[in-house]
């Protein structure tokens, strides 16, 4: 059974420009979220999908959006990229989207804005 | 706003001995998740260990036991015979559980970095 799948897992961005990263949940998986990761601020929830809803949404600015596939598919869009969005991104999914279930991440994609 | 508290950003342990690594949080919340991810340097995070808040029944798996301790909202993690292989970032999350949906997120410790030495 396939993993989590996240692409791109690299990418070099100008600042001032937009990007948009994808990720493939489990099969099976209803449920998609979406966290950054830097060496400043840690692990931050960024957003959850949930049957091409989103259900909840962390302490992000608009730049940051997201949206869910009917297959369940999600990407993320970050827009006019600043130096600090230089991160860690990584997408998470879980069963039908209950709180407890186990949660599964992706390899995540690393974002550098220059 | 829920919190959790990691206080030992690095910890260091001979191979095969034990290790605790600690855990806090802070939340008005009744029924909750915790949990213990482990980041390798390849930066994927893997589930190591989950805590229904409902169960008093500490969860192990195989040599990674947890220590719940509800009224003190204290959660460590408790890694028998240490293998080279366990060294990475650990980190402690929370997860509330509610009714209908709305899941809020994993709220992340900063993390602890463990090391084991041959």
């Known amino acids: 059974k396939a993993g989590v799948t996240q692409t791109p897992r690299y990418l070099i961005k100008t600042r001032g420009q937009q990007v948009t990263l994808s990720c493939s949940p489990i099969?099976?998986?209803?449920?998609v979220s979406w966290y950054q990761q830097t060496p400043g601020q840690g692990l931050q929830f960024l957003f959850e999908y949930f049957s091409e809803t989103q259900r909840n949404k962390g302490n992000f600015p608009g730049r940051f959006s997201g949206r869910q596939f009917s297959n369940s598919r999600s990407e993320m869009n970050v827009s006019t990229l600043e130096l600090g969005d230089s991160a860690l991104y990584l997408c998470?999914?879980?069963?039908?989207?209950?709180?407890?279930?186990?949660?599964?991440f992706g390899e995540g994609s690393w974002l550098t804005v220059v | 706003a829920q919190t959790v508290t990691q206080s030992q950003p690095e910890m260091s342990v001979q191979e095969a001995e034990t290790v605790t690594l600690s855990c806090t949080y802070d939340?008005?919340?009744?029924?909750?998740?915790l949990f213990w991810y482990k980041q390798p340097p390849s930066r994927q995070m893997i589930l190591v260990i989950r805590q229904e808040a409902y169960k008093q029944q500490n969860a192990t798996e195989n040599r990674f036991s947890v220590n719940f301790q509800k009224a003190a909202k204290s959660f460590s993690l408790k890694i028998s015979d240490s293998q080279l292989g366990d060294a990475a970032m650990y980190f402690c999350a929370y997860r509330t559980r509610g009714s209908g949906g709305g899941a809020d997120g994993l709220t992340f410790g900063k993390g602890t970095h463990l090391i084991i030495q041959p």
């Open positions: 998470a999914s879980s069963f039908e989207g209950a709180r407890g279930n186990t949660i599964y």
């Open positions: 099969s099976g998986h209803r449920s």
């Open positions: 939340t008005s919340e009744s029924d909750y998740y």
